[in-house]
């Protein structure tokens, strides 16, 4: 049996109704209205925390904050989930209820789950997805830009909307990763400069950005891209990058030999 972890809660104030102090309580330990009033342009997704990672044979899902069709969902506690060895592509979901009302509260819940149907419900949203192969071990953190889309034993996190403005935007945990891995290098384009450094300065990156720095630095025309498209064309430009810049770091030394 799931439980439901996630909750969307407010009390009925009405006339001829005793007011209880978990009424109170509700309003006092819940700031809706300043979480509404920040976030009432943003889409649907992540807005903070919900951070998966493996622990052994589990899947730990942090406490943190979503949004889903307008309003503010809460997990106030890290959950733990089991996982098996499969080669069959399993997905990591969060799973919304329909509204449940009683004469003193409305309430929204959502469950966390992880089923392999390959296509997302209109009232679910994707956290990650993977393939494990028997033995294997999953990893939750890639070892640089291009494993963030390894088909086998590694959380992919492609496919996980944050919450952004008007529409959900990208990963921050994979910008970081890309924003990094190009200033390994000496980027000489100033659109590769201005976003490595909005990627690790901001929160999170709008998809509107993201998407005009994709078109303008690949000179691709007027178009929007998927998830996976945003991954594939980031990786085209570092990968350019790595082939025509120099390395930093603690590259060998050049020695003159002088022949007598």
């Known amino acids: 049996m799931n439980k439901k972890l996630f909750t969307h809660q407010y009390p009925h104030f009405q006339k001829g109704r005793i007011l209880k102090s978990e009424m109170l309580e509700n309003l006092r330990d819940y700031p809706r209205d300043l979480w509404d009033f920040h976030f009432h342009r943003y889409s649907d997704g992540i807005i903070a925390g919900v951070e ?3 622990k052994g044979d589990k899947l730990v899902i942090s406490k943190g904050v979503v949004k889903y069709n307008g309003r503010i969902y809460m997990l106030h506690s890290d959950y733990e989930l089991d996982y098996l060895h499969s080669e069959k592509e399993s997905f990591l979901k969060i799973r ?9 509260f409305t309430l929204f819940t959502a469950e966390i789950l992880l089923e392999d149907a390959a ?14 192969k028997a033995g294997a071990r999953l990893r939750a953190e890639p070892m640089d830009f291009s494993d963030f889309a390894t088909e086998f034993n ?16 990208y990963h921050p945990m994979i910008l970081h990763q890309f924003a990094r891995e190009l200033l390994t290098y000496k980027p000489s384009h100033p659109y590769d400069i201005a976003f490595a450094l909005e990627c690790l300065n901001q929160e999170r990156v709008q998809r509107e950005a993201i998407e005009f720095y994709i078109r303008n630095r690949l000179e691709l025309g007027e178009q929007l891209f998927s998830h996976s498209q945003i991954h ?4 085209r430009i570092l990968l350019e990058v790595k082939n025509s810049g120099r390395k930093i770091g603690n ?3 050049r020695q003159r030999m002088i022949v007598d």
């Open 154 to 169: 590694t959380l992919n996190f492609l496919h996980c909307p944050y919450a952004g403005f008007q529409k959900s935007t």
């Open 96 to 104: 919304f209820a329909e509204e449940e009302n009683d004469l003193d």
């Open 251 to 253: 590259a060998p030394s």
């Open 119 to 132: 296509e997302s419900r209109k009232n679910e949203l994707e956290l990650a997805r993977f393939k494990l």
């Open 232 to 235: 594939y064309y980031l990786s």
């Open 52 to 54: 998966v990672q493996v």
